[in-house]
Structures are given as C-alpha cells and as structure tokens.
C-alpha cells in the first residue's frame, strides 16, 4: 500500500507535512510524526538550498511516498519526489538531489541506531 505525506511550506516560512489533506502534528500516532520528518527534513535542505541561489520556490512541490505493510507495520520503501518550480535552472538538477540526500534523518534511517531499554528496577537489581 502506498502512503503520501505532502510537504508545504505556509506563509510564514514553516514547513508542514500533510497526509490525507490533513496536517500532520504531535497529535498524530508517533509513527505517522515520525515518517514525516524524512520528507520535512528534505524540505529543509531544498528549501536552503534554493534560497541560498535567489531562486523562486513558487511550484515547488515535495511528496514522501511510501510503501508501506499494513500487515507488518513497516515501511519498505521511501521515495521524496520533488516538482521543481518550471523556472528551476536544469544544471542543479543533480546538486539539489545530492542536497536531498545529506538529510541526517535518511542518514539514520540507513544506519539505524541500535536501542536498548532499561527500568530504575534493573538498577537496583544489579547493585
């Protein structure tokens, strides 16, 4: 099954995911906030990205699709789709890909922290 978040920027310069027409916020299982800052995160390098040359982000439009199983909980594919703006110089193509591509989240999500749980209990068991 595939799952879309859309990314917008409003009118004060914030970046906002949505999903399902609806914007995602803290309110949201943590899941769903969680798979939204991969394309958040992107939206902050692109938007950086094309202040830093004077370029217009009017058209832009940045889509996180996903492939997701309903069955397993777990997302196996993440795709951000990225509409440039029509007047968006061709030669930086390639460079706001690899901008993309520095996002700490996907770096995380490619080598995943490990985890470990511990309670106050095992503390006092182990003194």
């Known amino acids: 099954m595939k799952l879309n978040i859309d990314i917008q920027f409003d009118n004060n310069g914030r970046i906002v995911p949505f ?3 609806r914007e995602v916020t803290m309110t949201d299982s943590p899941f769903v906030v969680f798979l939204a800052t991969a394309g958040m995160c992107s939206a902050v390098f692109v ?3 094309i202040e830093q040359r004077g370029l217009s982000s ?3 439009v940045i889509t ?3 492939e997701y199983d309903q069955r397993t909980n777990h997302v196996s ?3 951000i789709d ?3 703006p029509a007047n968006f110089p061709e030669k930086y193509t390639s460079a706001i890909k690899k901008v993309v591509n520095q996002c700490p989240v996907k770096q995380h999500l490619l080598n995943p922290p490990t985890f470990e749980v511990v309670t ?3 503390k006092v068991a182990t003194n």
Do not use: R, S
């Open 19 to 21: 999903m399902n027409g």
């Open 47 to 49: 938007k950086a990205f």
């Open 58 to 60: 009017e058209g832009l």
């Open 64 to 66: 996180q699709v996903m």
């Open 77 to 79: 594919e993440i795709l």
């Open 82 to 84: 990225l509409k440039l």
């Open 120 to 122: 106050n209990l095992d």
